[in-house]
């Protein structure tokens, strides 16, 4: 990872997911997976679960309960070790809010215009969509820069909003004259950053589209993996022969960038094992593979989930320390814009 911040913004890494469903292989591949590889490297991570991004569109209480504790058997899981990561849900850390407010009285009505995530998602009926759908990416910003955090790992979807977050730093910064805000790196790496709908190889896969077919969920069996891979679409032509190939193939290419990224293999050692040859045989690689990495995982998160205080009981501790970095960053933020501080 590259590393343009100055020496006194030492290599922190947040990343957050929304509980706003079931986890998708799309979180897997492009967030999770990543965010298991960045603890093992040693650096200091923040792992939460953006319960307060998840309500910009209607949550049912009960289902948000069960969707986060979900969320956090998924990341436990995959291998988050809440003793090496601090992991929690953000609506148990205040400052994110508090912050939040903040960026919006920073970040310009034009820069959240052009958000395309809030055009995807308000659809054509922009004047129904919540304020905090509108709002999102300054929560967003804030999540990130009350942690000071220097790296965000996630999905290429994200990328805008990660743009912004730069630009709301900078602003920041420049407005106060101060050096206190780091300009976030988005870290954006693997064959699975865009892992496509399985129905339609044009449209992400997502945790909220409304047909189950175009996703793995983690909490999918075998049998459903197998089966949903099995009616992938795809096209009537054989793998090409080289990656280049891929190209105006959506659907094919999806299903090589799965593989690649559940092997730990680059797309193109898929296509030299699977050139050449039909759907017929590759999708039943596929599905055998990820078979065998999803079912442990499936597994365990099962396990997990049949103690639901014990996963309250993390993230609280999570938020605890969470608060211990946020607090202070949020009181300097305060202090510089001119607000009293009495205690
Ligand atoms: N299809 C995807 N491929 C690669 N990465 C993905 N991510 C999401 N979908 C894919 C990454 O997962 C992280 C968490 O995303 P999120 O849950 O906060 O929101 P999202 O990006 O809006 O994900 P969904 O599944 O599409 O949720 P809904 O349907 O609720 O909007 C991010 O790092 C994201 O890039």
Redesign the pocket.
Known sequence: MSDPQPAHFPQRIF???????G??????????KRFVAAQEAGVETIYCL?DL??IT?WQDPAKLRHATRELAAGYLAAGIDPARSILFNQSQVPAHAELAWIFNCVARMGWLRRMT?FKD?AGKNAEEASVGLFAYPNLMAADILVYHATH???????KQHLELARDIAIKFNHDYGVDFFPVVEPV?EGA??????LRDGTK??????PSDQS?INLTDDADAIAAKIRKARTDPEPLPESVAGLDGRAEARNLVNIYAALADIAPDDVIAQYGGQGFGAFKPALAELAVEKLSPLNAEMRRLMQDPAEIDRLLGTGAVRAREIAQPILERTLEIMGMIRSV
């Open positions: 990343s957050g997911i929304q509980p706003s469903g986890l998708t292989l799309g979180n897997y591949l492009g967030a999770i953006v991004h998840a569109v995530q998602k965000v790992p996630v999905g290429e979807d994200q954006i699975a950053t865009r892992g496509m709908s992400k896969m997502s945790k909220s589209d996703r």
